[in-house]
């Protein structure tokens, strides 16, 4: 395909993405949820074709790949269906964020401002091979009264595009279907397509490596709402329940380890060090957990690998963890800081005083206090599904839901005022 | 200069930033409110050295430039240090945005988790001539829990170290002096410096000319949140009350012509065109006011100037108004979509209907009925002083004071519940 006709594809797209818009904005909660319900009908009823177009994706990526763990991402079957559906559902039941009134108040001169919320216009978003986010983030972007621009990783296309089909004509009855477009060119041109249509889509939530966020931050026209990686830490304090503190990493750290939430890196107190950090490896050594240390962990557990400088850096996305022993909280919430990428950072201890300190100098988008960081997720939050979550400080940050997906706008009613 | 010591001043003074931005994130309301209230009462104190100072800025000016409105802009006189003084004092007296809980729910799970607000840390703004957005801005970053990195305009230097010179000591008893930092190199080689310190500046605020505006978001690795221009119309309904559309487009026109919330066209109902057209453009005629106009509003009042398609794009900076006939309200709604930068936009009408479509319709940061959009202004919403009026949606959309100068975290508090 010339360039030209990738450019011809995306252009057309969000063009007509902007003008649905432009009704979305003003379509009632009811008619939207209508919409959605029935989209969710709609995916279980045309169950054996999304299916039959999944299992082409899965062959060519098994033929291309072989039995790689993508594959399970990008797997569906009646039950992941059922839960796009459910998503879809749960979406219909929440309230509607288009139009609330944040604030209000009145003004000196008489002037009464209403500070409402309003949709976006058009949402663009690039992610990769779930093709539950296809379904997820069109049901958000229509309910925030979005239209949405989807450009879906080539090892899901046949999945995304059958998807996209069976929803934009369940909601053909209540709302423009063109307020769902895909991408069907799954090239970078397409992408870098999309990041110059600063006067057709109005935010980018670009999904996938740090690599890719960047060149979408440093190549984008359109604001950038960006997504991130997650080498998040569980600190273990002095006076934790080892009991709790050792369920809980097992839980972030073999749940699933190639999710944003998992946890990357243990630090414990040096106080009970010597206690905890045997019981601690003896649990993960049953899950075959890899182990790395600093000096003085290995000097307590022996037998354990020397985690470097780099290893405090990085993202583990298989079973490794690496445990590091501090002198005091401070300790631990300056390698927290310096080290981590702002996503979701634990304290397991008992004293509020240590909990409220950690809580407010910890700088991420969601700090736990005695819980698995394994939360930080939309739906897990209540949102019902999620964008995205956002590592950034600008606009949203955290598990991004439908209210992420609004602005505002200033409403000011008046009786002739003028200013003196 | 040459570019590396440029670079080294704009890197150090961001790193202090930084530096002071922890300490500051965790200060008491009282004590930024008594440092807020030292700054003022030293603005006072040292009247006569900030006037000495901007005395040789405005002599500079005129010097090069002869006698140009800038210098209005650009001059500091006892009651405008007076109101200076008074904006950090209402500033003193806001409530403090960092640690206020925007939202708390409890999960299926029990977590208790709590959306709270916190500083962004750094702030790094770039303005031109007038030197009051110094105090107000580096009084807003502070009671916000921000630092700051000014970088004023060449035309204003001397008053911009003068007044934050006074404002560093003077809230040096209470909190890092640290925290307000001035760019003393006011080249296009600082400003790029400033933009790749992703590391040290959280966001970037850029205020001036659309090209500007447009190169820091092209160039900038950092977030950034723009401000914009104002290409605002008052349209005026077929049932408005005549006097006061005609009170309210003389003070949003004539009042002060350059501000960006000033009013550059008026649209005016077919079906009162005949009638209000002449009256206006009598009243106008008083003011000085130069007028332009479509064929129709020609036809009606003669001797006027025709308004030509660039005509509709323009920020007239001065006494210039365009005026256009429109068949519907629709029509009015679409040419604002279409023509409009989204700053602040109006109608006059007296039905509630109209009011309200019109509000949904138009896509601005502020709309009005019946008002004059010449009170969209931070200290005019009560927001004490603003940073800059943003007409983009993210983040942040009209004036900007404290709440917009922050972002948010998500502390969730458990006991010991993980993922299932």
Chains 1, 2 share one sequence.
Not at 77 to 82: A, F, P, T, V
Not at 125 to 134: G, H, S, W
Not at 204 to 212: E, K, L, Q, W
Not at 346 to 353: D, K, M
Request: aromatic share 6%.
């Amino acid at each position: 395909m010339s360039l030209d006709s990738v450019y011809e594809e995306v252009l057309l797209k969000a063009k007509k993405a902007k003008e649905a818009s432009k009704l979305l904005a003003a379509v009632n909660s009811e008619t939207k949820n209508k919409a959605l319900r029935s989209a969710a009908t709609a995916i279980i009823e045309n169950k054996e074709y999304i299916l039959k177009e999944n299992e082409k994706d899965v062959k060519m990526l098994r033929m291309t790949l072989g039995e790689v763990p993508l594959i399970d991402r990008l797997l569906l079957n009646q039950e992941r269906l059922g839960e796009m559906a459910n998503s879809l559902v749960e979406l219909s039941n929440l309230p509607d964020p288009v139009g609330e009134v944040i604030e209000g108040w009145t003004t000196r001169h008489g002037l009464e401002i209403l500070k409402v919320r309003v949709p976006f216009g058009v949402i663009g978003i690039i992610y990769e091979a779930r093709p539950n986010v296809t379904s997820d983030v069109a049901g958000i972007a229509i309910k925030s009264g979005n239209a949405v621009v989807l450009k879906g990783g080539q090892e899901a296309i046949n999945s995304n595009i059958a998807i996209v089909k069976v929803m934009r004509k369940a909601i053909s009855d209540f709302l423009p279907e063109e307020s769902i477009q895909i991408i069907e060119n799954t090239s970078r041109e397409a992408v870098k397509a999309m990041l110059g249509l600063q006067d057709y889509i109005d935010i980018i939530v670009p999904r996938g490596s740090a690599n890719f966020i960047r060149y979408v931050r440093e190549n984008s026209k359109i604001p950038v709402i960006e997504t991130g990686a997650g080498n998040n830490h569980i600190f273990v304090n002095y006076d934790a329940d080892f009991d709790m503190a050792i369920k809980i990493i097992i839980n972030a750290k073999v749940q699933r380890p190639t999710v944003c939430n998992a946890v990357r890196k243990v630090l414990v107190h040096n106080k009970i060090a010597r206690s905890f950090i045997p019981l601690l490896v003896k649990s993960l050594e049953k899950y075959k957990v890899r182990i790395k240390g600093c000096p003085k962990t290995i000097e307590i557990a022996q037998d354990i690998e020397e985690a470097k400088e780099e290893d405090w850096y990085e993202e583990y996305m298989d079973l490794t963890l690496a445990i590091k022993v501090v002198d005091s909280m401070e300790e631990a919430i300056e390698h927290i800081n310096k080290y981590g990428t702002k996503h979701s950072e634990a304290i397991i201890t008992s004293n509020i005083e240590d909990a409220k300190l950690f809580t407010k100098l910890v700088d991420a988008s969601t700090v736990y206090v005695n819980a698995s960081t394994r939360f930080t997720d939309g739906n897990q939050f209540g949102f019902g599904a999620e964008v995205g979550i956002s590592t950034q400080k600008l606009h949203a940050r955290g598990p991004m839901g439908l209210r992420e997906l609004t602005t505002t706008k200033y409403v000011v009613y008046g009786n002739g005022q003028i200013r003196d």
